[in-house]
């Protein structure tokens, strides 16, 4: 069977009885085509369907057909499910919407060449504000992820991490918890900020204090989270739960507890955030906060790509709220 034929400019400019250089003009609003034309123009487009293509109208505007994405970088991150997820979100949108990926890796202090990108996606602003502000002034348009960004105006999706920390002390006061610890995320950066907030209120909510032992810094290295957890258990009297500000490091929390014969959820319950699918494959499967990062990277290159086609009005500001998903790495305390 043959395949239909996708109806191209050619066709709405014979049904309208224009040339193709007047559809043009009417699909990449160019003031200059008489109302008599728009009318038959946009007649043809829709009865036939029409979808003008991306790659078209960017070059029709002079625009650049490539997206940047900027990614901070730390120890790693090839390693790092977050980094991953988000790599593969917007790659797969790049590939879906036929858009040249430029991929850089910053330590937030070079400057970035902007003038082969038509719009560029941050991850997160760590030590690189500067190269956003940059980038925003060139008038390059640009999407933050994972930040949600209060003193620019700029387009960001992001978590609210604050609700994400509140979640996972909530559920963990529910089954009885008192003695709750928290391993930090990196407080450099607004998620380790955001999360550690979001559980330090809940706490003081309803215990009244959060005491410094019981708060541990780490940086979403799994090496800092053995030192952490190693620190927890030598306590007097260490903690009956224990909330790791990423997945990586709430198995590694895992894996410290497992080597010390402490069993998870009978003698200690671990709670995570992130929902990365290793989480699954263990001796005990972990209950985590999901957060959808493949599919927030996704929508930041779909509606960056429309900004620049001029689709969408800037600024585009949006906050996912993370779930709980409750597994078997949490219980009711044996011991208060």
Avoid: W
């Avoid at 309208?16 to 034309?37: K, L, W």
């Avoid at 620019?152 to 509140?166: K, P």
């Avoid at 949006?318 to 779930?323: A, D, G, N, S, T």
Wanted: charged share 20%; proline share 4%.
């Amino acid at each position: 069977m043959n395949k239909k034929r996708r109806v191209g400019i050619e066709d709405v400019a014979k049904r309208a009885g224009v040339s193709i250089t007047t559809v043009s003009r009417v699909i990449n609003h160019v003031p200059t085509v008489s109302p008599r034309n728009q009318a038959k123009v946009e007649e043809a487009i829709a009865a036939l369907n029409y979808e003008p293509d991306a790659n078209a109208q960017r070059l029709a505007r002079g625009l650049n057909n490539a997206i940047g994405f900027v990614m901070p970088g730390y120890p790693g991150i090839f390693y790092s499910f977050y980094a991953v997820e988000l790599i593969r979100g917007v790659g797969h949108a790049c590939e879906t919407l036929r858009l040249d990926l430029v991929f850089h890796i910053t330590n937030g202090f070079n400057d970035l060449n902007t003038s082969s990108v038509g719009g560029i996606v941050f991850a997160d602003i760590i030590e690189n504000r500067r190269q956003i502000e940059a980038a925003s002034a060139a008038g390059i348009p640009c999407m933050v992820i994972n930040n949600i960004v209060s003193d620019m105006m700029i387009n960001y999706i992001g978590i609210d991490n604050v609700a994400g920390g509140r979640t996972a002390a909530d559920y963990l006061i529910q089954l009885g918890h008192k003695r709750i610890a928290i391993i930090t995320g990196n407080l450099q950066t607004q998620s380790g900020q955001h999360r550690l907030e979001g559980f330090r209120g809940r706490i003081l909510d309803s215990f009244g204090e959060l005491s410094d032992e019981m708060c541990q810094e780490g940086d979403y290295s799994r090496r800092s989270a053995r030192i952490a957890t190693e620190k927890l258990l030598e306590l007097p009297n260490p903690p009956t739960a224990i909330f790791a500000s990423s997945d990586d490091m709430a198995l590694e929390v895992l894996a410290v507890l497992n080597e010390r014969g402490i069993k998870v959820p009978d003698d200690m319950s671990v709670i995570g955030f992130d929902d990365n699918p290793d989480s699954l494959y263990g001796q005990v499967s972990l209950t985590t906060i999901h957060q959808p990062l493949f599919q927030m990277a996704e929508e930041a290159v779909r509606m960056l790509n429309a900004i620049v086609l001029q689709k969408e009005k800037q600024p585009f500001q949006k906050v996912l709220i993370p779930e709980l998903v409750v597994r078997d790495s949490c219980a009711a305390p044996k011991r208060i």
